[in-house]
């Protein structure tokens, strides 16, 4: 059974930051494409941030800068550091595996940013 688990949401002020897990079970982790995306109250779910099997790095121009995706294969777990948090980073924050045509879920972890 494919599981993955988010955690680290909460509430912060604007400036402040926020490191965000996703831990992996049921899947050989290291070959999978993780990614994080968000959805922002009102807003389509948006890709936040890509880090390939390899290893390789993308972001949306919006936190560009800010953000940080990296991943642990020994843990199985893919982190999102955000810095500099805004007012419009607020939203549910998912990450998902894909893996060819195979593509799995988070259950989202919320992050909420005062101004």
């Known amino acids: 059974q494919v599981q993955l688990v988010e955690s680290g949401g909460g509430l912060v002020q604007t400036g402040g930051s926020l490191r965000l897990s996703c831990a992996a079970s049921?899947?050989?982790?290291?070959?999978?494409?993780m990614h994080w995306y968000r959805e922002a109250p009102g807003k389509q779910r948006e890709l936040v941030a890509t880090i390939t099997s390899d290893g390789i790095r993308n972001y949306a121009d919006s936190v560009k800068g800010r953000f940080t995706i990296s991943r642990d294969n020994a843990k199985n777990t893919v982190y999102l550091q955000m810095n500099s948090l805004k007012p419009e980073d607020t939203g549910v924050y998912y990450c998902?595996?894909?893996?060819?045509?195979?593509?799995?879920w988070g259950q989202g972890t919320r992050v909420s940013v005062s101004s």
């Open positions: 049921g899947v050989i982790f290291r070959l999978y494409h």
């Open positions: 998902a595996a894909y893996l060819r045509l195979q593509n799995y």
